[in-house]
């Protein structure tokens, strides 16, 4: 049955398994790329570090997307959009950084000069402070996510149609910044990043002090959304999904619900975009077209749908799969995710946690 | 056992003696009554000027042929269907056209649908564990825990239903009968003041729906039920007082026999 309900957060076995990775991510990596010098078979190189992390970074979009997909039923093809604002906005932090270390040796970002702007556009008021970057990586997609959720979620819009307007809500805002005038560098984004905290950026240290972070970030995502679907709050969900009616006759507002695990949801996805940014150098309009949207889906199909686990494993093994075919067979990518997709969707319509938990049984 | 045609005045306090209503002003001894109502779909009217009203404590029983206005009628009650026209007054001052289907649910109004309709992969227990009446809002619901008295209730309504043995099992492997049990002790877990049964015993067998028969006769008192069924021999065995519904209004009302030796009910529906 999907809906991992249960009462326990985790048990000895689940506990065992997130110490091995935390070990592996806080110890066993930084060792590996940082200690281990670069001549020995043991060295974990720069490549490896930011493909993990970005992996990982994939793997807390794929558990928001299981929040709302796999426990509440509510499939969004829109979810690029929230993890891509959550990256413009810290991106927007990263661009003041450079100083004035650009091309032009100017103190505005490259692109404004190039548009021969003589000041900020006004999304960008207090861009050069860290923390008020972080709160917008927080607050955008947030209030987005809430503003949209309401009136969708109150109009009772529901299954494919609400994944329609979401995936139209994506290519909507990706078709607005690609403009130049939207203010954040239009097709080219944001890139060149040199500092953050005016620590230089493309330092060992630095890449192995943000994986890190994004290790921690993935944990911490896991651990609040099991909390959440193991607690009461997490059956409604999963009811919701099931007999939303019933639940709304049950007494309780299924609006409210839906809006609480959505804009959650959203956070966490600019959260994740914001750890992406920094490790792979670049932000463009491209991470809101309505495929990566699709792809995060997919992740989450792959892995199986109403398990956390299943979400992160998804992501992973897509994404693993994803660097390897780009690297050896990069025309035949589209077509391996493709059919991984049906056979998945027609063997496995619990993914590979559902094969998993059959092996066990 | 009083007769009305008209079905306004507050006649029906008799038998049934009052129950305490905390919250809900039923000082003229009516749990429910609906005024004028009036709904039509794409024109065509499914409910016209439908006047009815339930006592406290009462167990009615509400029959008519196919689209006579029965399902729609719990619609409008609940909250599912707003009424064109009319009022549908829960105790004195409770105006339910005005309220959302969880608001409704939360002042009092149970309702079990013609198909059961239960979490079927929850486990039993935790099927009446959502239903049962508790602060329902977001924040309370994340820090809930069951509390003993809680999860004595819980116990308890599972021995009415007969599933105290099932209660760990996933809800969706029940039979058909278990279903409609759990469903309605899901209402149960609810204390409504009224209850609502869309064909409670559908797809029951004749043990089941013996047993349905008597559980809700141990219930009328205590709650207000408002019964909707095709099978007439369990009608026969619970009913004291019948709504005849026909085209969207009440065609006739009283008891069994008045009912079915009433010439217009015997020419819309049962001399069919």
């Known amino acids: 049955m999907t809906g991992g309900i249960s009462k326990r957060l985790y048990g000895p076995r689940g506990w065992a398994i997130l110490a091995l990775f935390c070990v592996a991510v806080f110890v066993v990596m930084p060792l590996l790329n940082l200690a281990v010098p670069p001549e020995s078979r043991f060295h974990v190189s720069a490549y490896w570090v930011t493909l993990l992390g970005k992996i990982m970074c994939y793997a807390i979009v794929a558990v928001a997307m299981d929040l709302i997909w796999g426990y509440a039923g509510i499939l969004s093809l829109g979810h690029g959009l929230f993890f891509a604002l959550g990256g413009y906005a810290f991106g927007m932090y990263l661009m003041r950084q450079i100083g004035s270390d650009g091309q032009y040796r100017q103190p505005m970002p490259d692109f404004m000069v190039f548009l021969d702007w003589k000041e900020f556009p006004w999304a960008w008021w207090n861009s050069d402070s860290f923390w008020w970057c972080a709160m917008l990586v927080v607050v955008v997609p947030g209030l987005l996510a809430f503003v949209f959720g309401y009136f969708a979620f109150r109009s009772r819009v529901k299954g494919v149609y609400f994944s329609i307007i979401t995936q139209a809500l994506t290519f909507a805002a990706m078709l607005l910044f690609f403009r130049n005038a939207t203010g954040f560098g239009g097709n080219n984004g944001f890139t060149d990043f040199r500092r953050v905290l005016d620590i230089p950026i493309a330092t060992p240290q630095t890449r192995m002090a943000l994986f890190a972070i994004t290790g921690a970030t993935l944990i911490g995502t896991l651990l609040l959304a099991r909390w959440l679907t193991t607690s009461r709050f997490g059956r409604v969900l999963a009811a919701i999904r099931d007999a939303e009616q019933r639940v709304m006759f049950c007494g309780y507002d299924t609006v409210h619900y839906k809006l609480f695990v959505w804009t959650l949801s959203a956070v966490i996805c600019g959260i994740a975009g914001a750890l992406y940014v920094p490790q792979v150098g670049i932000i463009n309009p491209g991470e809101m077209s309505p495929a990566n949207s699709i792809e995060i889906a997919i992740w989450v199909a792959i892995g199986g749908r109403g398990s956390l686990v299943g979400a992160i494993l998804g992501a992973g093994l897509v994404n693993g799969a994803k660097s390897f075919f780009t690297q050896t067979f990069p025309e035949y990518w589209l077509f391996a995710l493709g059919l991984i997709f049906i056979l998945v969707t027609l063997f496995l319509p619990q993914g590979v946690m559902g094969l998993l938990n059959k092996k066990k049984q | 056992m009083t007769v009305n045609a008209a079905t306004t005045d507050d006649s029906g306090s008799d038998s049934m003696g009052r129950v305490a209503t905390e919250g809900l002003d039923s000082t003229h001894g009516v749990v429910l009554y609906l005024d004028d109502i009036s709904v039509s779909f794409d024109g065509f009217k499914a409910l016209n000027k439908l006047s009815l009203s339930i006592d406290i404590g009462e167990l009615r029983c509400v029959i008519g042929p196919n689209g006579a206005g029965k399902t729609t009628m719990m619609d409008v009650i609940t909250g599912k269907t707003r009424p064109d026209e009319g009022t549908v007054f829960f ?164 008891s069994m026999d008045e009912v079915q030796n009433d010439p217009k009910v015997i020419e819309v529906y049962l001399g069919r």
Do not use: C, Y
């Open chain 2, 91 to 254: 105790g004195q001052t409770i105006d339910v056209t005005k309220m959302s289907e969880a608001e409704i649910s939360t002042a009092g109004i149970g309702r079990k649908f013609q198909k059961p309709t239960i979490f079927e992969h929850h486990s039993v227990f935790e099927n009446l564990e959502l239903s049962m009446k508790a602060d329902k809002r977001v924040r309370k619901t994340l820090f809930s825990s069951l509390s003993s008295v809680q999860k004595d209730s819980i116990a308890e309504t599972l021995k009415i239903i007969r599933l105290n043995d099932s209660a760990d099992r996933v809800a969706g492997l029940l039979s058909h009968g278990q279903k409609q049990w759990l469903e309605i002790g899901m209402l149960l877990m609810q204390e409504p003041r009224l209850l609502l049964l869309d064909e409670p015993v559908a797809g029951m067998s004749d043990d089941e729906t013996e047993r349905t028969g008597e559980l809700f006769l141990s219930l009328a008192g205590k709650h207000s039920l408002v019964v909707v069924e095709h099978d007439m021999a369990f009608i026969e065995k619970i009913a004291r007082k019948i709504t005849v519904l026909h085209e969207g209004s009440v065609l006739a009302e009283g």
